[in-house]
């Protein structure tokens, strides 16, 4: 109980921190445009609030009152089996399920054991299959937007809003959230994300990466012409997809044995997997040579941990 508390108070000590990191970089911008006129200033502070709203107030209230699916080992057995009904209720909203998953779930609605197992084999088909879609798109983004960038304000605003507007549609397309402990260590995620995001470019790219890929990247000669945006780019994108993977295992986490070094491992593969897809279809810009030569260390990788 006591770590569970320390983990609520640490995401919201995240949150607070992301929020000051916010608000610094606009009240910055906007010290700017006040030498322009003090209307400028204030209809950016408008402009701003609107965006805060819209692109991570907003997304984390989706989040955050989203019904969550935590059995507790001491509830009694019909309480347990109501929560197992109500998450599978939820997950026959989920737009992306075939009439065989729903159908599935009907027929095992009144078995708490076959109904388990049912959402356990919808989780780990359709539902993660679409969720891994997801990743791939908000990773694509992260790393075509910090790698066009120049800025490092904008770097860590923009895989902020992209990193939380990719854990509310994980939630929405699950149909339910993690629990608030498991909320917490993502915030933590998250926060970590966005500052490395803000300070990647003053950094070496081996430093970012996993040291076997880092050195692997760093040992070739044609990444010397490539700008470092663009490797800061893709680390950016390994990050994000780390949060996903995360945010995907917490959904069913609290009913299952995993340690957290098991969760970490299982973040990091992943994450490596999903990377020369990311790079392939996120550098589109740049000469498929190029691309080819950046995806390659995740691709040997890829293949090792097979």
């Known amino acids: ?10 995401g919201i000590g995240s949150a607070l921190v992301i929020a000051l990191l916010v608000v610094s970089n606009v009240i910055d911008v906007g010290l700017r445009l006040r ?8 209809a950016f502070y408008g402009v701003s609030v609107l965006l805060a709203y819209v692109l991570i107030i907003n997304p984390l209230r989706i989040i955050l009152f989203a019904p969550t699916f935590s059995v507790d080992a001491l509830l009694d057995e019909d309480k347990r089996a109501k929560i197992y009904k109500d998450a599978a209720k939820n997950m026959m909203k989920n737009e992306y399920l075939t009439e065989a998953d729903k159908v599935l779930l009907s027929e095992s609605m009144n078995d708490k054991v076959m109904l388990k197992e049912s959402m356990k084999t919808i989780f780990n088909t359709t539902i993660k299959e679409e969720i891994n879609q997801l990743i791939i798109k908000n990773a694509k983004t992260v790393l075509v937007s910090t790698a066009l960038s120049q800025n490092g304000n904008l770097d860590m605003l923009s895989t902020l809003t992209i990193n939380v507007k990719m854990i509310k549609e994980i939630v929405t397309m699950a149909g339910f959230r993690p629990s608030y402990p498991n909320l917490g260590k993502l915030s933590l995620n998250v926060l970590i994300t966005s500052i490395v995001a803000e300070g990647i470019e003053d950094l070496e790219i081996n430093e ?9 990247m760093t040992d070739l000669p044609f990444l010397k012409t490539i700008s470092s945006s663009v490797l800061g780019g893709i680390s950016n994108a390994l990050l994000t997809c780390r949060v996903g993977v995360v945010t995907r295992s917490y959904l069913f986490l609290d009913n299952k044995l995993l340690t957290r070094r098991e969760i970490r491992r299982m973040a990091y593969f992943e994450a490596i997997k999903m990377m020369p897809i990311i790079i392939t279809q996120g550098l589109t810009f740049f000469p498929k040579s190029v691309v080819n030569i950046l995806a390659r260390p995740f691709k040997k990788r890829a293949k090792n941990i097979d």
Request: glycine share 8%.
């Open 1 to 10: 109980m006591k770590g569970k508390k320390l983990w609520i108070l640490v």
């Open 35 to 42: 030498t322009v006129h003090p209307y400028v200033e204030y």
């Open 208 to 216: 970012l990466l996993p040291s076997k890929i880092g050195e692997t």
